[in-house]
C-alpha cells in the first residue's frame, strides 16, 4: 500500500533511475554524492546499504535497481532527500508480487499524488528536467573536457552566485560558458 511518507524514497528512486534500470553501487555513489552533491561518498553508501536492507532496492551482481519505479513520483523544482529521513528508510511493504496487486499499489498512488497536490504545485509543475541532470553533466564532461565533478563545481558556484536557479539551468550556464552548441544542451535538458 502506497503511504504519503514513504514519498522522499519514491521521489530518490525516480530521479535516480530510469524504468527497468539497474545501476553499479559505485555509479550510484557517484550520482549521489558527486554530480547532484546530495551527501558524502561514505553516507550514500550508508544509504544505499539501508535501502537494500529495508527492501527499497534489490541488489544483483554489485548492480541495485528499485523493487517499484513509480512514473508518478517527479519531485517538484529544487527538490534533494534530506538525509536523516532517507537513511533510515522504513521497510518496503509489498503484499505480494502478482500483477493484481501491482496494479492495486499503482492505482493508490496515483489517488495519492492527486489528492496530495495544493495550490503551490499548481502555480509551479514539476520540473520534468530533473531527472536528465545526470545525462547533462556527462555531456558537459565530455564536450568540454572537464572532470565531471568540475562541472558540478562550477555549477553549484553559479547557484550559489544566482539564488533561486535550477541545478539544471545552472548546468546550462557552464554549458554556454565552455561555447557547446545550446541546441544540443537544451535537447538534453528537454528531450522532445
Do not use: C
Not at 104 to 130: A, C, G, L, Q
Not at 151 to 179: F, I, N, P, Y
Amino acid at each position: 500500500m502506497y503511504d504519503e511518507s514513504n514519498d522522499d524514497f519514491h521521489k530518490l528512486i525516480f530521479v535516480s533511475f530510469s524504468e527497468d534500470e539497474k545501476l553499479r553501487i559505485s555509479d550510484l555513489v557517484r550520482l549521489w554524492s558527486l554530480e547532484l552533491q546530495w551527501m558524502k561518498p561514505e553516507e550514500a553508501s550508508l544509504v544505499i546499504e539501508k535501502l537494500i536492507e529495508s527492501g527499497w532496492l534489490k541488489l544483483e551482481n554489485n548492480f541495485v535497481s528499485p523493487v517499484l519505479f513509480d512514473k508518478e513520483s517527479t519531485p517538484s523544482l529544487g527538490w534533494q532527500p534530506m538525509l536523516r529521513i532517507i537513511s533510515s528508510p522504513p521497510i518496503f511493504n509489498s503484499k505480494s508480487t502478482s500483477f493484481v496487486d501491482e496494479v492495486e499499489v499503482k492505482s493508490e498512488i496515483v489517488v495519492n499524488v492527486v489528492e496530495s497536490e495544493n495550490i503551490s504545485e499548481e502555480k509551479y509543475p514539476p520540473d520534468r528536467s530533473e531527472s536528465n541532470i545526470p545525462a547533462l553533466i556527462r555531456f558537459i564532461a565530455k564536450k568540454s573536457k572537464i572532470d565531471n565533478r568540475e562541472v558540478v563545481r562550477r555549477a553549484q558556484r553559479k547557484r550559489r552566485s544566482l539564488g533561486t536557479v535550477t541545478l539544471w539551468m545552472s548546468l546550462a550556464l557552464v554549458a554556454r560558458e565552455q561555447g557547446l552548441d545550446m541546441v544540443e544542451v537544451s535537447s538534453l535538458i528537454e528531450p522532445v
